[in-house]
Structure formats: structure tokens, C-alpha cells
């Protein structure tokens, strides 16, 4: 007998999209940047522990800035900011 392993297609999401709703931080305005093979989020450091630096995430979610600053990077998916067509 042949055991068969089934692969998921894309992997699941470990919190909802309401971090704030789970005890996470609100989430931060942050610019997607395309990069070869993948996208990138840079979010201006600017909260009450924030540097006001620039930093760059490689994805979504809950994320400690190098300053030790924590936010929430949110999906581009799910904000509701206009798509750029430049």
C-alpha cells in the first residue's frame, strides 16, 4: 500500500487581517516595492517607540523594526489605498 502525502497549494494564515483584534499593533501605512521574485514593504518608523526611519519588510504581518519599534505591516491586499498605474 502506497501512502499518498497531499501538499497545500499556499499556506494558511496564521492570524486574520485584524491584528489589533488579536492583541497585535494597528497596522502602519507601508508602500510595496516590487523586487526581482518578490515584494517588499517600507514603512516610514514613526510611532510612539519609532526611530522615523525608513525600514524595509519582506512581508506582511506583525514585525520588530532594527529599533526595536513593533507594528503591523499590513497586506497589500487589504489596504485601501489606490492601486499605482504609473
Known amino acids: 500500500m502506497t501512502k499518498t502525502r497531499l501538499r497545500p497549494t499556499q499556506q494558511l494564515e496564521l492570524l486574520p487581517a485584524d491584528p489589533p483584534r488579536w492583541g497585535g499593533p494597528p497596522p502602519v501605512p507601508a508602500d510595496p516595492i516590487a523586487t526581482s521574485g518578490r ?42 489605498r489606490p492601486a499605482d498605474t504609473s
Do not use: F, K
Not at 46 to 53: E, I, K, M, S, V
Open 39 to 80: 515584494t517588499e514593504y517600507t514603512v516610514r518608523c514613526d510611532g510612539p517607540d519609532g526611530c522615523g526611519r525608513l525600514h524595509r519588510h519582506v512581508a506582511p504581518g506583525i514585525r520588530t523594526a532594527p529599533c526595536g519599534a513593533v507594528y503591523t505591516v499590513p497586506d497589500a491586499l487589504t489596504t485601501d
